[in-house]
């Protein structure tokens, strides 16, 4: 991140009376985080802050109805349709806005925040760095450029995105400025023990219904992704529908999918409630998850990625398989 783009990102923000918050489509803990605990903070200074997210059907997640701020949330009908400054959380594209592109299109200053290896550079300013484990990081400096006030509050909110991105500081991306930034967090008194249990341990019985439906159907191909195996399964939206299941509760499944010692990559294919799939994938390191859902419209981390597809669960996979050659074997 340039010096000329973080004097630009704390201009605009000081000058701006009105803000416009936007984090991406089904938005996980370091999107809603990073834009609710940014909005929280300069919503104490006085501004107006409308913060949202392009769902079609715009509901928070359960597991991130915890997360303080939600006030400063509104439906994409009642976002400014042309901003004045616009500000995007953990989209690596304009697309993954979803119903709020058309408005950061429109937006007279675009500053996008963000630490995905996929960004697309898009915006007026750019505060990315593929480097920060979650997007959360980069709103933590902007936050202390700034000289806004981290409270418990807020320290919840970029809690929440830092421990969800690095996967509780077990992925690869667990720096030490990570691990710092934990400890800055938790001296403003928030408590980690409930973030997590809010996070990953709890779920409606019917979580365990339809993940046993998912695990039973499992798929192992050790012949795929060049011989280092592939393992995949599918939740359909009958599957949730037996057991009144929202689709944001199967979000873990992959979770579960992924550690299985023969396969290099793992696939879950969610189908949504439209009846259209979104698709998480993971590699242990050899495959670029990024560069394979890149492919097919979506992106993502190297170990970490998703896209959507409007194809039938096999066509998917069958289309994403020969996507899957190890990092040196691709010509
Ligand atoms: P998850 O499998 O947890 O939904 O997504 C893993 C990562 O893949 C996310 O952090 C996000 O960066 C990326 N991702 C998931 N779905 C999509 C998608 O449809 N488009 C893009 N560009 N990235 C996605
Ligand atoms: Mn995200
Ligand atoms: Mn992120």
Not at 19 to 39: I, Q, R
Not at 65 to 80: D, I, M, T, V
Not at 308 to 313: D, K, P
Request: glycine share 10%; hydrophobic share 45%; aromatic share 6%.
């Amino acid at each position: 991140i340039s010096e000329a783009d973080w004097r630009r990102a704390t201009e605009l923000i000081r000058a701006a009376g009105t803000l416009a918050l936007a984090c991406h489509v089904s938005p996980d803990a370091d999107a809603l985080g990073s834009m609710l605990g940014l909005g929280l903070a300069l919503a104490r200074t006085g501004k107006k802050v409308v913060a949202s997210f392009g769902d079609r059907v715009f509901a928070v997640p359960r597991l991130l109805r915890f997360l303080p701020g939600q006030h400063l949330l509104a439906e994409p009908s009642a976002y400014p349709a042309e901003p004045e400054l616009m500000i995007t959380f953990d989209a690596s594209t304009m697309e993954r806005l979803g119903l709020l592109a058309p408005h950061a299109g429109k937006a007279g200053e675009l500053v996008v925040i963000d630490h995905h290896v996929s960004n697309t550079g898009f915006g007026t300013v750019h505060l990315v760095d593929p480097a920060a484990a979650s997007t959360t990081m980069v709103v933590e400096e902007l936050m202390n450029r700034l000289g806004l006030t981290i409270d418990r509050e807020v320290a919840t909110c970029l809690y929440a995105g830092l421990v969800t991105d690095t996967g509780s500081f077990r992925h690869s991306i667990t720096t030490p400025a990570a691990h710092a930034m934990a400890g800055r967090l938790l001296a403003t008194g928030l408590r980690p023990e409930e973030i997590a249990r809010e996070l990953w341990d709890r779920s409606p019985f019917a979580y365990l219904r339809v993940l046993g439906t998912a695990l039973g159907r499992a798929t192992l191909e050790p012949d795929a992704a060049g011989g280092l195996g592939l393992v995949w399964t599918y939740v359909t939206r009958a599957d949730r529908a037996a057991e009144g299941l929202p689709y944001d509760e199967v979000e873990g499944v992959i979770d579960v999918v992924r550690r299985v010692d023969e396969a290099e990559v793992a696939v879950v294919l969610k189908e949504d409630d439209e009846g259209g799939w979104n698709v998480s994938t993971r590699s242990k390191g050899a495959v670029d998850m990024a560069r394979a859902c890149a492919a097919l419209g979506g992106g993502g981390h190297p170990r970490a990625a998703g896209f959507s597809s409007a194809l039938s669960a096999a066509d998917t996979m069958a289309a994403l398989r020969p996507l899957l050659a190890p990092e040196g074997s691709r010509p």
